[in-house]
């Protein structure tokens, strides 16, 4: 599949679009990703399979006051998201070619995010590809690491099996996370949960979504994974 956009260049995307291979420091150490950005101080939010970067720009022109780093592994699509943030001049938007999972366990230091996004994530529906989602015992276990006190996790599937996994594992790791109802993002139009293009897509075809918000468990007494 091709959109136009395979002949953009690291240099045409002027440091919007980064890849994991333009990160050597990344080899060995984990990294503030933070330190992306113009200014690293701002409010951090981390959407993880974020596609063709709809949800990205739309919420990072909306709150300026934060930085958006979108994970994508398909470079087609990571190329497309970040020039799109390229032409709206969202100096608080990056898009990584990256494998989420492999971010959050091996790259992303301590307590550096305040929001990880992961909207309608490929659902692997065969038993043998389960271990290819997202949602892992491990990865909550690092969702929790890399977010800041209280950070959140915000969850959206049209995919009835994907979201009975999330349940069970949410409910499995309940000293990490409490779960509530999804918070709609400002971005997200009249009757939208979140406003991403999967979402457009599977609404036109009359499919309904389930969405949560998780909260990080700070007590410590609760959770052993501070
Ligand atoms: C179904 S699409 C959803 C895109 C977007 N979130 C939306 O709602 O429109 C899933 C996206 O996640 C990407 N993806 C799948 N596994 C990934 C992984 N392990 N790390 C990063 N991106 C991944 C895919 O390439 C694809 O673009």
């Not at 398909?74 to 497309?80: K, M, S």
């Not at 009249?190 to 990080?216: H, I, P």
Request: hydrophobic share 35%; glycine share 6%.
């Amino acid at each position: 599949m091709s959109f136009g956009l395979s002949r953009r260049t690291p240099q045409d995307l002027q440091g919007w679009g980064l890849d994991r291979e333009d990160l050597p420091q990344w080899e060995n150490a984990t990294l503030d990703p933070r330190l992306l950005f113009a200014d690293p101080n701002r409010r951090f939010e981390l959407e993880i399979g974020s596609g063709k970067g709809t949800f990205l720009v739309q919420q990072a022109a909306m709150q300026t006051d934060t930085n958006f780093l979108g994970i994508e592994w398909a470079g087609e699509f990571q190329r497309y998201a970040a020039d799109r943030a390229r032409r709206h001049t969202l100096n608080n938007v990056r898009v990584l070619r990256d494998d989420g999972s492999e971010f959050l366990t091996h790259r992303c230091a301590d307590h550096t995010v305040d929001v990880i996004h992961l909207y309608f994530t490929d659902p692997w529906p065969k038993k043998r590809h389960h271990k290819r989602r997202l949602v892992q015992h491990s990865t909550l276990q690092h969702m929790h690491r890399v977010l800041k006190l209280s950070g959140q996790v915000h969850l959206v599937t049209d995919h009835a099996e994907l979201w009975e996994w999330y349940e069970l594992h949410v409910e499995a790791a309940a000293n990490l996370f409490d779960r509530g109802p999804f918070v709609t993002p400002q971005s997200a139009g009249d009757e939208e949960v979140v406003g991403t293009n999967f979402e457009r897509k599977y609404r036109r075809e009359g499919r309904s979504f389930n969405a949560m918000t998780l909260t990080r468990v700070d007590n410590l007494e609760k959770s052993d994974a501070s």
